[in-house]
């Protein structure tokens, strides 16, 4: 006797089939820059769990030209970016892979396991055997969805190319380098601004050419050293105090605008008055 299915499941089956077409669209949509080689995350940061903060760099990102935002793998924050700045791309990261599927499940499109930077300062750092670890345990729970994984500037270049490689073979989508914490603040001349991109730069150019998935460069990326990141290999680039760090949304807006020039992205079409006036006001970069 042939089983009937019931309305219910009917619709369960339904409902799951769209998920999984909207998953798929959702990847395409965020995927496609970094495939194009113009890729520009704008990041909020790991540690900041400060809504408004949050806001406000959706907002400059969707505003000034960012093709997707990195935030803090919580679900709260995923629906504030997504309200803020509703056609940007939402990747969260964390560094344990039990929290990303409620965040899935508020609208984040992307993984990423890093950046690192953040847990330098408190003593802590990650060796290749935690960072593949993550990933596998990751790409195991999310087989679905484009997951980035970020490589330990602590390692040595060529375990750094060593660590990339196994990453690619586990299913990354996406291999994220980083450099040094930054211990001081934005001032300093151009040489200065290239100086602190070097190591971030130097991975990108030896991941790039080993790996055969994007490469992303992060740390210490502004709009002098953006361009050089793509002419190292990078398919994309992630910029996080450049932008997150300024006093308010608009001033975020002008450095994302900036960085988005030196990639040379076409220009975003201007807000509508009323989205301005419903724009925030500031954050609180310090959060």
Same mark, same amino acid.
């Given at each position: 006797?042939t089983p009937t299915t019931t309305?219910?499941? #009917? ?9 999984? @077409?909207?998953g *798929?669209a959702?990847?395409?949509k965020?995927?496609q &820059?970094?495939h +194009? *080689? ?7 940061? @790991?540690?900041?769990?400060?809504e408004?903060? $949050?806001r406000a760099?959706? #907002?400059?990102?969707e505003? %000034? %030209?960012a093709t997707c935002?990195?935030?803090?793998c919580?679900?709260?924050l $995923?629906?504030a970016?997504?309200s803020?700045?509703?056609? @940007? ?7 344990d892979?039990s ?5 899935l499940?508020?609208g984040?499109?992307?993984l990423?396991? %890093?950046?690192f930077? =953040?847990f330098?300062?408190? =003593?802590?750092?990650?060796t290749?055997a935690?960072?593949?670890?993550m990933a596998?345990?990751? @790409?195991r729970l999310?087989?679905?969805v484009?997951?980035?994984? #970020? ?11 060593a660590?990339?490689l196994?990453l /690619?073979?586990? *299913?990354a989508a996406l291999?994220?380098t /980083?450099?040094a ?6 001032e ?7 100086a602190?991109a070097?190591p971030?730069? !130097?991975a ?6 080993? $790996?055969?998935?994007p ?7 502004t709009d002098? #050293?953006?361009?050089l +990141?793509l002419a !190292? %290999?990078?398919? =994309?680039v992630?910029? *996080? ?9 608009q001033?975020?807006t002008? +450095?994302v /605008?900036g960085?988005?020039?030196a990639?040379?992205l ?6 509508a008055?009323? +989205?301005?006036?419903?724009a &925030?006001k500031? !954050?609180?970069a310090q959060?």
């Open positions: 006797q309305p219910r499941e #009917t619709m369960k089956a339904f409902a799951t089939s769209l998920l999984l @077409l909207l *798929g959702a990847a395409l965020i995927m &820059p970094f +194009a *080689g113009k890729a520009f995350k704008v990041i909020s940061g @790991l540690h900041r769990f400060d408004p903060l $949050v760099v959706a #907002t400059a990102g505003r %000034g %030209g935002i990195d935030i803090a919580c679900p709260d $995923v629906k970016s997504l803020a700045a509703p056609s @940007l791309p939402v990747v969260v990261s964390a560094v892979p929290l990303f599927a409620p965040a499940a508020a984040a499109s992307m990423e396991i %890093g950046n930077d =953040g330098y300062d408190q =003593g802590l750092t990650f290749a935690d960072v593949e670890a596998a345990d990751t @790409l999310h087989p679905d484009p997951v980035s994984v #970020t490589v330990p500037h602590t390692l040595p270049l060529d375990e750094q190319v660590l990339a196994r /690619e073979a586990l *299913g291999i994220q /980083e450099g914490p930054q211990r001081a603040g934005l300093g001349g151009v040489e200065e601004i290239i602190r070097v971030t730069l !130097a990108t150019h030896a991941i790039s050419r080993a $790996v055969s998935v490469v992303m460069s992060a740390s210490h990326i002098v #050293t953006a361009p +990141a !190292a %290999g990078a398919r =994309g992630g910029v *996080g105090s450049f932008v997150n760090r300024l006093p308010s949304q001033h975020m002008w +450095a /605008e960085i988005a020039r990639l040379e076409p220009p975003v079409a201007p807000a008055p009323s +989205a301005l006036a419903d &925030p500031g !954050a609180d959060a």
